[in-house]
């Protein structure tokens, strides 16, 4: 039996990403709409966006407008914010995934493994009972059945709901 590979061209977009200049939570807004960043919602202090490269379904990233490394040094409102965003999303994820958990994280500065450690993020990964499986632990690959386009069109409708 031969082996077949897993074709994933959007791959190297991820790994040169790391190489790219700049801070891709800063990225000018007037260069691309929401819709191309996968930006959900915006907040006073805060936006919320898709991962591009997720974990699983619904994998969203939220972070302040402030180029910030460290919670601390946010305003007190920022952080309120921020947690208060965390929360609602977690709503909106579980509504839209029905999801069994959900993992919710930011790591904190390059030894706490951040891909971008200048700009601090938390991460809300939805989570299903029984949804690590080979791929994941063997193969080391996570398969995401659901292509991003699709995933922003039914998440951006309830992030709309926040503000009608």
Request: hydrophobic fraction near 45%; glycine fraction near 8%; charged fraction near 20%.
């Amino acid at each position: 039996m031969s082996q077949r590979p897993l074709w994933a061209p959007w791959r190297m977009e991820y790994v040169s990403a790391s190489a790219a200049p700049g801070c891709i939570f800063c990225e000018p807004e007037a260069e691309q709409s929401d819709r191309e960043r996968l930006v959900l919602w915006r907040g006073q202090q805060v936006f919320c966006l898709l991962n591009r490269y997720p974990y699983a379904p619904g994998h969203l990233m939220i972070a302040p407008f402030a180029h910030s490394a460290r919670v601390e040094d946010l305003p007190a409102e920022t952080q309120a914010e921020l947690m208060g965003s965390i929360g609602v999303a977690s709503r909106i994820l579980a509504k839209a995934y029905a999801a069994d958990g959900l993992n919710v994280g930011a790591n904190l500065g390059r030894a706490a493994g951040a891909g971008f450690a200048e700009h601090l993020h938390f991460h809300l990964v939805p989570r299903w009972v029984g949804d690590t499986n080979f791929m994941t632990v063997v193969g080391e690959l996570r398969v995401i059945p659901e292509h991003l386009e699709r995933i922003y069109e039914e998440l951006v409708q309830h992030f709309r709901e926040l503000d009608s």
